[in-house]
C-alpha cells in the first residue's frame, strides 16, 4: 500500500515539468528575480522536458561512460568528455547523468553599474568587450550541482562566416554582470570558434573585441600624452638650437634634414596641444572657425613630420646604398619642397571641404566616455576617408622606414666583420674598445629608430593590451626628447672627433653625409 500511494503522488506531483517551454522558464525567472535570473533559471530549467524537440533546447540523459556530443542548434555544439560526466554524477552507481544545453539571447544578459563604495574586491583594469556571435549564448549544464575545475575541459564550437576576423570565448559571471574569459581558450578554424573551458555557465562568443579602459588609467593616458607633448615641444625647441650650431662648423645635408624634421615635430606638439586646450572651452560654437584652423594646422604637421621621417629614411637608403658617383642638382631644396609641398598640398585640398573642426573621440573606458579635440569634424563624412589615407600613408612610411632600419643593421654588421677579421680572427678575445663599439652601435640603431618614426609602429599594441597603450602613449608622446637626445649625440660625436684623428667607420658612415648641391 505503502508504494502504490507514493506512486500516486509522483503522478500528481511529477518532478519534471513535461510539455514546459523553457522561453516560459527564462520569463517567470526574470519576473521573480529580475537581477539574478540566471541563478534562478540554472537551478530551474533541469525539470523542464518538453514533449516535442524545441529548437536550441536538449535535455537528455546520457551515459557517463561515453563523451557526450550535444547540438542544440546547427551552429552549436557541446561536448563533455567522459571523464567530466563520471565525476559529475553523485554516485558511482548511478548509470545516467542529466545534461542541460539551450541557447538563450544575448540581449537578456545586460551589465549593471555598481557603485565604487559597496566594491570592495579591485575590479579588473582590463576587460574584453565585444559583439555576441550571433547574438546568441548557449548554457550548459550537467547534474544537479556547479561544476567547476574540470581536469579535462568541455568544448563547445559556435560555427561563424568570414566576417568575423577574430573572437574571444567568455562566460557570464553573475556576481560582476559582465563577460570574463578567466577558465576558457579559445581556438579559431575557418568556420568555428573551439571554446574549452575548465567549468559548465552561460557561454558565448564575443566577436572583434575592444580593448577597455578603466577610468583611472585613462587619466593617467591623458596626463602622460600632455606632459609628454609639452616636454616634447621644449625639447624639439631647444635641439633647433643644438642642429644650428652644429651647421655652422660642419655644412652637412643631414643636418637641414634633422632640422626640417625637428620644425615639423615642434608644430606638431604645438598643433595637439594648443588642439586639445581649445577644446576644452565651455562655448562650443563661438569661434568654431578657429578649432577648425587647429584642426587644419594639426592635421598638416602631422602630415609633414611622416614627411619628413620619410624623407630621413630616403636619405639614410641614399647614404647606404648609392654612396659614390652621387650628385643630386639643390638636392636640400628639392626635399623641402616635397617635406612642406605634400602635407600643404593636401591640407589645401582637405580645406574647403570643411573637414577639420571638432572631433569627438570616445575613450575605450568602461563607461564609454568622450573627449573632444580640434581636429576633424567627426559629423562629416569625408573624415573617415581622409581620416584612412592618413593613416595609410603612416603605414607605408613606418614600413619603408623599417627596411631602411635593417639595412643600416646590415651593414653595420659588415663592417665590423670586415674590420674584425683584419684586426683579430679570434672572437672570443674582443678588447674593450669593441665593446664599447658594440655599444656604440646599439646606441645608433636607438636613436636612427625614433629619427625613423618608428615609434609610431607601436599603434599596433594599443589593440592587444594595456601595456601596448602606455609604451605607444609614452614614446609617441616622448619624440621631441629623442630628438633632443640624438641631436646631443651628435653634437659629442662632433666634438670628439675633432679632438681625435682616429674615427669609427661604421657610424660615421650611419651619422654623416656628405652629398653635393
Same mark, same amino acid.
Given at each position: 500500500?505503502?508504494?502504490?500511494? @507514493?506512486?500516486?503522488?509522483?503522478?500528481?506531483?511529477?518532478?519534471?515539468?513535461?510539455?514546459?517551454?523553457?522561453?516560459?522558464?527564462?520569463?517567470?525567472?526574470?519576473?521573480?528575480?529580475?537581477?539574478?535570473?540566471?541563478?534562478?533559471?540554472?537551478?530551474?530549467?533541469?525539470?523542464?522536458?518538453?514533449?516535442?524537440?524545441?529548437?536550441?533546447?536538449?535535455?537528455?540523459?546520457?551515459?557517463?561512460?561515453?563523451?557526450?556530443?550535444?547540438?542544440?542548434?546547427?551552429?552549436?555544439?557541446?561536448?563533455?568528455?567522459?571523464?567530466?560526466?563520471?565525476?559529475?554524477?553523485?554516485?558511482?552507481?548511478?548509470?545516467?547523468?542529466?545534461?542541460?544545453?539551450?541557447?538563450?539571447?544575448?540581449?537578456?544578459?545586460?551589465?549593471?553599474?555598481?557603485?565604487?563604495?559597496?566594491?570592495?574586491?579591485?575590479?579588473?583594469?582590463?576587460?574584453?568587450?565585444?559583439?555576441?556571435?550571433?547574438?546568441?549564448?548557449?548554457?550548459?549544464?550537467?547534474?544537479?550541482?556547479?561544476?567547476?575545475?574540470?581536469?579535462?575541459?568541455?568544448?563547445?564550437?559556435?560555427?561563424?562566416?568570414?566576417?568575423?576576423?577574430?573572437?574571444?570565448?567568455?562566460?557570464?559571471?553573475?556576481?560582476?554582470?559582465?563577460?570574463?574569459?578567466?577558465?576558457?581558450?579559445?581556438?579559431?578554424?575557418?568556420?568555428?570558434?573551439?571554446?574549452?573551458?575548465?567549468?559548465?555557465?552561460?557561454?558565448?562568443?564575443?566577436?572583434?573585441?575592444?580593448?577597455?579602459?578603466?577610468?583611472?588609467?585613462?587619466?593617467?593616458?591623458?596626463?602622460?600624452?600632455?606632459?609628454?607633448?609639452?616636454?616634447?615641444?621644449?625639447?624639439?625647441?631647444?635641439?633647433?638650437?643644438?642642429?644650428?650650431?652644429?651647421?655652422?662648423?660642419?655644412?652637412?645635408?643631414?643636418?637641414?634634414?634633422?632640422?626640417?624634421?625637428?620644425?615639423?615635430?615642434?608644430?606638431?606638439?604645438?598643433?595637439? @596641444?594648443?588642439?586639445?586646450?581649445?577644446?576644452?572651452?565651455?562655448?562650443?560654437?563661438?569661434?568654431?572657425?578657429?578649432?577648425?584652423?587647429?584642426?587644419?594646422?594639426?592635421?598638416?604637421?602631422?602630415?609633414?613630420?611622416?614627411?619628413?621621417?620619410?624623407?630621413?629614411?630616403?636619405?639614410?637608403?641614399?647614404?647606404?646604398?648609392?654612396?659614390?658617383?652621387?650628385?643630386?642638382?639643390?638636392?636640400?631644396?628639392?626635399?623641402?619642397?616635397?617635406?612642406?609641398?605634400?602635407?600643404?598640398?593636401?591640407?589645401?585640398?582637405?580645406?574647403?571641404?570643411?573637414?577639420?573642426?571638432?572631433?569627438?573621440?570616445? $575613450?575605450?573606458?568602461?563607461?564609454?566616455?568622450?573627449?573632444?579635440?580640434?581636429?576633424?569634424?567627426?559629423?562629416?563624412?569625408?573624415?573617415?576617408?581622409?581620416?584612412?589615407?592618413?593613416?595609410?600613408?603612416?603605414?607605408?612610411?613606418?614600413?619603408?622606414?623599417?627596411?631602411?632600419? @635593417?639595412?643600416?643593421?646590415?651593414?653595420?654588421?659588415?663592417?665590423?666583420?670586415?674590420?674584425?677579421?683584419?684586426? $683579430?680572427?679570434?672572437?672570443?678575445?674582443?678588447?674593450?674598445?669593441?665593446?664599447?663599439?658594440?655599444?656604440?652601435?646599439?646606441?645608433?640603431?636607438?636613436?636612427?629608430?625614433?629619427?625613423?618614426?618608428?615609434?609610431?609602429?607601436?599603434?599596433?599594441?594599443?589593440?592587444?593590451? @594595456?601595456?601596448?597603450?602606455?609604451?605607444?602613449?609614452?614614446?609617441?608622446?616622448?619624440?621631441?626628447?629623442?630628438?633632443?637626445?640624438?641631436?646631443?649625440?651628435?653634437?659629442?660625436?662632433?666634438?670628439?672627433?675633432?679632438?681625435?684623428?682616429?674615427?669609427?667607420?661604421?657610424?660615421?658612415?650611419?651619422?654623416?653625409?656628405?652629398?653635393?648641391?
Amino acid at each position: 500500500m505503502k508504494w502504490i500511494t @507514493l506512486y500516486l503522488l509522483t503522478l500528481c506531483f511529477p518532478t519534471t515539468t513535461a510539455g514546459c517551454n523553457p522561453l516560459d522558464v527564462i520569463k517567470k525567472c526574470q519576473d521573480e528575480e529580475p537581477e539574478r535570473w540566471t541563478r534562478c533559471y540554472d537551478d530551474n530549467i533541469t525539470e523542464c522536458r518538453p514533449l516535442r524537440r524545441a529548437s536550441g533546447f536538449v535535455n537528455v540523459d546520457l551515459n557517463p561512460s561515453v563523451q557526450a556530443e550535444l547540438g542544440p542548434t546547427s551552429n552549436h555544439e557541446v561536448r563533455i568528455p567522459s571523464s567530466a560526466l563520471q565525476r559529475i554524477r553523485r554516485t558511482p552507481s548511478e548509470e545516467t547523468v542529466q545534461v542541460v544545453a539551450s541557447v538563450i539571447n544575448s540581449t537578456l544578459f545586460q551589465r549593471t553599474p555598481r557603485s565604487r563604495g559597496r566594491s570592495i574586491i579591485p575590479q579588473p583594469t582590463v576587460r574584453v568587450e565585444g559583439t555576441v556571435l550571433r547574438g546568441l549564448v548557449l548554457f550548459v549544464k550537467a547534474g544537479s550541482q556547479p561544476v567547476s575545475n574540470l581536469i579535462e575541459p568541455i568544448q563547445l564550437i559556435f560555427k561563424h562566416t568570414e566576417k568575423e576576423n577574430n573572437g574571444t570565448c567568455v562566460f557570464w559571471k553573475e556576481d560582476e554582470t559582465e563577460w570574463s574569459s578567466e577558465g576558457c581558450s579559445t581556438t579559431k578554424t575557418e568556420d568555428e570558434f573551439i571554446c574549452s573551458c575548465n567549468h559548465l555557465s552561460f557561454f558565448a562568443v564575443l566577436v572583434n573585441p575592444d580593448l577597455k579602459v578603466d577610468e583611472d588609467h585613462v587619466k593617467a593616458l591623458s596626463y602622460i600624452t600632455y606632459v609628454g607633448s609639452a616636454l616634447s615641444a621644449f625639447f624639439a625647441f631647444i635641439s633647433l638650437f643644438v642642429y644650428v650650431g652644429l651647421h655652422r662648423r660642419r655644412s652637412e645635408k643631414a643636418l637641414s634634414i634633422h632640422m626640417q624634421l625637428t620644425t615639423a615635430l615642434l608644430c606638431l606638439h604645438l598643433g595637439f @596641444l594648443s588642439g586639445s586646450f581649445w577644446s576644452f572651452l565651455p562655448d562650443e560654437n563661438k569661434y568654431s572657425w578657429v578649432c577648425g584652423g587647429l584642426g587644419l594646422f594639426l592635421h598638416w604637421s602631422l602630415l609633414a613630420t611622416l614627411t619628413w621621417v620619410a624623407v630621413e629614411g630616403f636619405h639614410l637608403y641614399l647614404l647606404l646604398i648609392r654612396v659614390f658617383n652621387i650628385y643630386v642638382r639643390r638636392y636640400l631644396l628639392k626635399l623641402c619642397l616635397v617635406g612642406w609641398g605634400f602635407p600643404t598640398l593636401v591640407v589645401a585640398i582637405c580645406g574647403p571641404l570643411r573637414v577639420y573642426g571638432r572631433y569627438t573621440l570616445k $575613450s575605450r573606458d568602461s563607461n564609454d566616455q568622450t573627449s573632444e579635440i580640434c581636429w576633424m569634424n567627426s559629423d562629416i563624412p569625408q573624415t573617415k576617408l581622409v581620416t584612412y589615407i592618413t593613416v595609410a600613408f603612416l603605414c607605408l612610411v613606418v614600413l619603408y622606414n623599417t627596411c631602411m632600419l @635593417l639595412l643600416v643593421v646590415f651593414k653595420m654588421r659588415e663592417l665590423r666583420r670586415g674590420r674584425g677579421e683584419r684586426e $683579430s680572427s679570434d672572437w672570443k678575445k674582443m678588447s674593450k674598445e669593441k665593446e664599447s663599439r658594440l655599444w656604440k652601435d646599439g646606441a645608433t640603431v636607438l636613436g636612427l629608430s625614433c629619427v625613423l618614426g618608428l615609434p609610431w609602429g607601436l599603434a599596433i599594441l594599443t589593440y592587444v593590451n @594595456l601595456p601596448g597603450i602606455y609604451l605607444f602613449t609614452i614614446f609617441n608622446s616622448l619624440q621631441g626628447l629623442f630628438i633632443f637626445l640624438w641631436s646631443v649625440a651628435l653634437s659629442c660625436k662632433s666634438r670628439s672627433e675633432n679632438n681625435s684623428s682616429v674615427r669609427d667607420p661604421s657610424t660615421q658612415k650611419m651619422m654623416t653625409t656628405s652629398f653635393n648641391n
